[in-house]
């Protein structure tokens, strides 16, 4: 469909563009041309001026969340979201704010599930958790550096209760639990889609770049996207040392994100950030932590997740638990640093192999 129009009943408006497959850093693979990207203004000489212009009012008063936009769509009449340009302020705003000054909050809860052969999915535990971001200028073209840290907890699914060591569902043995706290986990957002994460090196693989293009739905007056990252790179947990922890020499993972946001807020141009929901999924292979070594097998997380520009707005209990635990993680980092690594990657530098036994 090629209708961009605004909401019209529940009929359905899509960007018309061409979704073959997702990039492993979440853009789709599109019919858009470089020639057509640099045609609509995306050459080089744009610079980070651009994004400075597209800021918004973020010194004014405080601007109406629920105003509602006149004429609002997919083409206007703040962003055009059928353009790489329109997608990378409009992804910015979504992940953190563009006066790049103020903090925003990511968060998310629900499930760890276990697929094994020979039996249904299980219901592992819990896992709730939240991230901190703010936004600094891409330095070397047009676009931002986003400066994130994040932690996740598993939990009890009957009693709720932060879990220190449980009894691995799979094996009957009791195992300490390793909660996620990555620090930093930093992104780029640009017109173009940038280079998966390099976990420290362990993931080289390299692309030519693609305009960042989303597939954008609306729905009544809500817009819809998702992205699907997809990598397979080698093991930081090399299974001749981690043989109770390392799932083999090379790590399958996926992430999928689905997002539901306000068509007014996005067309907004008072908005330097926009609030969202959704869900957040992950396939995984099987947690260090559970000790199941290379048995056949992965592990599925499924949340729903949301974003907000202040802590009173995120679930509190995740908020009291991450200032007794990890106080530094209720504000985002100032400056970029690398590596950026995953809990794979950070648990094969914090933690020790196991030995047989368990806890």
């Known amino acids: 469909m090629t209708d961009v129009t605004g909401p019209n009943g529940n009929i359905e408006v899509r960007t018309g563009l061409v979704v073959e497959d997702y ?27 651009s994004v400075a212009g597209m800021t918004g009012s973020a010194g004014a008063a ?8 006149e004429n609002a769509s997919l083409k206007g009449p703040y962003l055009d979201l059928t353009t790489p340009e329109g997608n990378m302020i409009a992804m910015a705003r979504i992940d953190s704010d563009i006066d790049m000054k103020t903090t925003t909050y990511g968060w998310y809860d629900g499930l760890v599930m276990g697929v094994a052969p020979g039996g249904s999915i299980k219901n592992i535990c819990g896992f709730k958790g939240m991230s901190c971001k703010r936004l600094i200028p891409y330095e070397e073209g047009n676009g931002y550096r986003k400066l994130l840290r994040e932690v996740g907890f598993y939990y009890d699914l009957a009693t709720g209760e932060i879990l220190e060591e449980m009894v691995n569902p799979y094996t009957d043995e009791k195992v300490r639990v390793v909660h996620v706290a990555n620090d930093p986990f930093n992104g780029i957002i640009r017109d173009t889609i940038p280079p998966g994460p390099s976990y420290g090196g362990l993931n080289s693989g390299k692309r030519e770049p693609k305009p960042f293009l989303l597939d954008w739905q609306i729905k009544d007056e809500w817009l819809l996207f998702q992205r ?19 799932s083999g020499p090379m790590n399958r993972v996926s992430e999928l994100f689905y997002h539901v946001h306000s068509l007014n807020q996005i067309q907004n141009k008072e908005l330097t950030h926009v609030y969202g929901t959704g ?5 995984t292979p099987w947690l260090p932590w559970m000790l199941m070594g290379q048995a056949p097998g992965h592990v599925v997380y499924q949340t729903f997740m949301g974003s907000r520009h202040s802590l009173n707005d995120i679930p509190q209990d995740i908020v009291e638990y991450t200032a007794k635990n990890y106080p530094k993680y209720l504000e985002a980092p100032d400056v970029w640093e690398e590596p950026s690594l995953s809990s794979i990657e950070r648990y094969s530098r914090e933690q020790e192999p196991a030995l047989q036994g368990g806890v």
Do not use: F
């Not at 492993?24 to 080089?44: E, H, I, K, M």
């Open 23 to 49: 990039d492993s850093l979440g853009g789709p693979a599109t019919s858009l041309s470089r020639r057509q990207a640099l045609s609509s203004g995306l050459g080089a000489g744009i610079g980070v001026m």
């Open 62 to 69: 405080t601007p109406d969340l629920y105003k509602r936009i």
């Open 228 to 246: 699907h990252i997809h990598l397979y790179y080698k093991n930081a947990l090399d299974p001749q040392e981690w043989v109770r922890e390392s």
């Open 279 to 283: 869900t957040w999924a992950r396939i």
